[in-house]
């Protein structure tokens, strides 16, 4: 995998690209694809070794590593214009959830390396979880490199298929059902007289911490519960609960295959 390409600019991409940065990891080219000028702009400007184009698609598309980082509607679409100019021998990863690596390979079947993939917010700063599924076809030694590369910016499970929208639902959006509370504990440390850097570690340290007693003290959740007696958010729990049930059920149904 000397060479990498985009098929798409957006935060996937710009996510990657970061977490490849951080890593030292190194390719001979790194191209991508991206039709908004300013999105391009802004990726150069971050990352002034790739190379961009806002109308070509091809020099992506014939990379040793490519990654559709496109939404659903248009996935199969753009794999249509591109078909003749995947490499047999390259290693196709899709990011987008919904469409299926046999549909994938409907359109381009002289490929044999596919993959699908849900990275998370976290490689940005190599802590990423980022499971992947492989096509039956795909070489061993494909997925021993690929992993091998991934594995530089966090933890890369290799999952069944079928549990990619799931993956995709926690643990790709999982960062933003608790970012905006995170940033407002950040705020009510500093104003309760902690600073900013006391705030920012007593509550990363106090997340870790969290999820490390309820799953993994072999404590009943009632138990781990009871650890704290105080809970200012008692009264606010069952409306949070609904919350998880009703919108995260939804989003499941919407984007499985």
Known sequence: MKTIGFIGGGRITL?????????????????????????????????????????????????????????????????????????SGSLIVSLAPKITIEKIKSVIPQVTNIARMNPNAGTFVNKGFNPVCFADSTSKNIID??????EKTGKVPVVPENKIEAYAVISAMGHTY?????????????????????????????????????????????EVTNLVPVKPMAEHENSIRDFYKTKLIGIYQKIKP
């Open 178 to 222: 608790f970012w905006f509370q995170l940033q407002e504990l950040k705020e009510l440390a500093i104003t309760f007289g902690l600073s900013e850097i006391e705030a920012k570690d007593s509550i990363s340290t106090m997340l870790c911490g969290t999820s490390d007693t309820l799953f993994y003290s072999e404590l009943p959740y009632a």
């Open 145 to 150: 490199e690929f992993i091998s590369l991934f």
């Open 15 to 87: 996510i990657l690209l970061q977490g490849f940065k951080n890593a030292n990891v190194r390719f001979e080219k790194i191209t991508v694809y991206e039709p908004d000028e300013n999105v391009l702009k802004g990726l150069k400007t971050k990352f002034p070794f790739i190379e961009g184009s806002t109308s070509d698609a091809t020099k992506a598309a014939a990379s040793d590593l490519v990654f559709l980082a496109l939404h659903p509607p248009v996935l199969i679409e753009s794999i249509q214009s591109l078909k003749n100019t995947f490499q």
